[in-house]
């Protein structure tokens, strides 16, 4: 659903409006928001629960008792094409890029960024990685991408000499602790409500496309 921010545009009497972001990776210890223009190949959503077994003299079947459930984990594995990924991102993302770079090397360098730490200048405190992830409105998790990223270049070669298309996947695991009733209702969406992502910091991260600001601008 179309979300309406007029905080900074009462100046000139415009209302703008623009839909909230479907697919995002974002980064806590960096306060980053990656914008995912695609969505992934493939998800697979794992879920587990451990028992104990033991079998008792003369019993054909072990008994089990059970010992914990989880952690869940997911294993992302996204596609990404250059021409595509600038297409769309030149019309809808204010995310600055450096000369030379396009939208793809934009979003290797933060997704590096998911397994290292960073370190607070002032008290030089150890913030370590965590992520959430949103794809659509059926998966969401919160949790740190505990093993590696892989990526993967393929060709043909642009004219830029870079390759056209990148695989990327990295897998999740959920932090975040649940029970049977609550996924009962919630499924794989687990959407915790302490994600920092608000209408400024969605709005921020998109621009008004050219060709149709008369269409999603109104007076108010």
Known sequence: MPIVDSSNNRSNGLTKIYSPIQNYIYLYHTDTLLLLPTYPENITDNSQASFTPSTPLARSAPLFSYSNSGPRSIQFSFSLHREMMNQVNLESS????NPGDDYVDLFLKQIQAAVLPNYGASNKMVDPPMVA??????IFIKGVINGSIGITYQLPILKNDKYAIVEVSFPVTEITPYDATTILSIGSYRETGDVPLNTSLEASSFVLPKTNINKITARI
Do not use: I
């Open 133 to 138: 992830v949103r794809v659509g409105p059926e």
């Open 94 to 97: 204010s995310s600055f890029l």
